[in-house]
């Protein structure tokens, strides 16, 4: 008699308790204290490395809806794993919303938008709409997250980004500290995509760079001196000779 086949047993996703209580036995105070070093606060932290939390999300593998409930948490580790955890193709503009409402500090508004929201099909509308907010950290969502798109998607057309130069414009007399360092990111990163571009956020920049606005004044300044790198300027150019291959 044929012996009968097993039938495989997918293990079960993890669970949010679960995750929470693996978070907080790797919990490091001294990880925790340093983070006000960094403009990052820890009222609700507990003290992990992102290198650690990095390692954590490879092992528990892709789940959005435990992303999401990871966020809900509150707990800052919590919601950078999230970061990682997150599904893309997933994302609705209402989550994307949520989440946006919900940043009070660079670290998990960066994160959030590095690694999850620019791959979002909704990327380019959230950065048009969060532009026009009021609250520091969401405001500063709509360039992190256009400094990412930047960044990361190779299939975005020129016209794309020439389009989000006015946002730029409109936003860079915010003096608010996290605001203006994340239009300047964002416009040294669309110029840094190819010489079109380069080109077209370098007359923005000398623009900003003559205004009246100590604040567009720094972020003109920032960009132009950033994009007139040597470095940057030969890569560029050598980005184009080999698009023209």
């Known amino acids: ?23 907080e036995s790797m919990a490091d105070k001294k990880v925790r ?26 092992k528990l593998g892709k789940s959005h809806a435990l992303a ?30 949520r989440i946006c409402r919900d940043f009070d500090n660079w670290a998990t508004c960066d994160t959030m938008a590095f690694a999850l929201f620019d791959r979002s099909p909704h990327a380019f509308a959230k950065i ?10 969401e405001k500063r969502a709509a360039f992190a997250l ?14 794309a980004f020439i389009k989000t130069l006015p946002l730029i414009e409109r936003a860079a007399d915010d003096e608010r500290n996290f605001v203006k360092k994340g239009v300047s990111w964002a416009l040294r990163s669309i110029g840094g995509r190819n010489l079109e571009l380069c080109e077209a956020s370098l007359e923005l920049a000398k623009k ?9 004044r720094w972020i003109g300044k920032d960009t132009l001196r950033d994009l007139s790198r040597p470095a940057v300027q030969k890569k560029l150019r050598a980005r184009a000779k080999a698009a023209a291959r």
């Open 1 to 23: 008699m044929a012996a009968k086949k097993k039938t495989a047993v997918s293990a079960a996703p993890p669970d949010a308790k679960a995750v929470i209580a693996t978070l």
């Open 33 to 58: 204290d340093g983070m006000a070093r960094y403009g990052i606060p820890n009222d609700h932290a507990l003290g992990i490395s992102v290198g650690a939390l990095r390692a954590l999300a490879k």
């Open 68 to 97: 999401l409930e990871l966020w809900d948490s509150g707990i800052y580790e919590a919601r950078i794993l999230a970061s990682f955890l997150g599904e893309p193709a997933e994302l609705t503009p209402a989550q994307m919303d």
């Open 128 to 137: 048009a709409a969060w532009s026009k907010k009021t609250a520091e950290f």
């Open 146 to 159: 256009l400094a990412s798109v930047a960044l990361h998607d190779k299939a975005a057309s020129n016209a």
């Open 208 to 216: 900003l760079a003559a205004s009246d606005d100590a604040t567009e």
